[in-house]
């Protein structure tokens, strides 16, 4: 928790919070802090800055805080993901979180399997803890907003075309394509495969749209370590 | 499993091997292969190539191998890395190996957990497995070397100034410092803290030894994210 993360309604109009959950044990337990000492705060979706220890009870943490700064740039990225296992899309979603993306849809192709939509991992609350822990992470405090499409060929053919508009538009697909660009410093709408790959109608879909292919290389990369290697290569 | 890995003494004069372990199963039940296909095999740092299914029961495969060319090219990278806490350690280990790292120091420094060194995911076997992991992953062969420098100081000045020479020498830090170079093109030592960081003592150390200190932005990431993400931006 590099910054202690909360929403508006907890503040009162003294700009104080009262903590009592899991974030109060971790300022006493990890972080160890008493009456006085300050720490990185922010809103969900507003102001970064610092909160102060104003009391410290067995049970609970009061803060005042002092919020002033905006929270780090976005990534300028719309993320398609085909929905990962359910393990490693706890995982993903707190490195892309944690990496900037503030536009992620999770989407189904041919090579995701269909019982991953019924993991309780999908739950709200359970995207919601995920985004949260990399928001703490990265010192960020806007949450991304995340989208679910199960039907893959109405997505690209009926909702990209507006929601991919004004972006370059790439597919990372193993085989014979250009590399990765790096550095691109524009809007990107990057889509990413489930293990395995997208199949090659799947591809076609996708060029039809605009997309351009691209590869990372002869290694196959993990989806958790692909998303982080791309966005990092991209941006 | 993306390619099939195999020690040299699992393999006979005809080239063939007989497997009862987890790669039987897996080659059985998940990529459901039968007599006369064929996969994507290698030999633990040797070559690569396909192996044709030669009879398969229910608790053994028996394989052919034909194995011709060389494995994706190394990471020229000598990865100094602090000791991440267990779990992490165990994913750092996959993420680094699928991305072609090659020569892996785990380090002690002032803000690792001494308790991290006690733990049963630092036993040769258990490494191991994770390297086979990373490697049967990304289609690689060639096995990462894996050091313990249990003292830093020791380390940073007496052995790091031959470990280190000729190569580009980073370590990644938040702060006040140019950004991570892209695409270096070059030999690299690269230099990676605990969670907390190093301390500027250790920094001063490594800028010492001609280490240059550089930054990722403004977001926190964790050990394994930093790790991919440095790595996808520095090749």
Known sequence: ???????????????????????????????????????????????????????????????KLNLYRQPPAPLPVTLLLALPRPRMLARSLEHLTALGVKKLVLMHTNRVEKS???SPELKPEKIHQHLILGLEQAKDTQLPEVHFKKRFKPFVEDELTSLAANSLKLVAHPGNYPSCPRNINQQLTLAIGPEGGFIDYEIELLKAQGFQAVQLGERILRVETAVTALLARLF
Do not use: S, Y
Request: hydrophobic residues 35%; aromatic residues 4%; charged residues 20%.
């Open 116 to 118: 991953f939509w019924q």
């Open 1 to 63: 928790m590099n910054l202690l993360l909360l929403t508006p309604q907890e503040i009162d109009e003294q700009g104080c919070v009262q903590l009592t959950d899991r974030r109060h044990q971790h300022i006493q337990q990890v972080h160890r802090l008493n009456k006085g000492d300050t720490l990185q705060a922010g809103v969900i979706n507003g102001l970064c800055g610092e909160a102060e220890i104003l009391e410290q009870q067995p049970h609970l943490t009061r803060l």
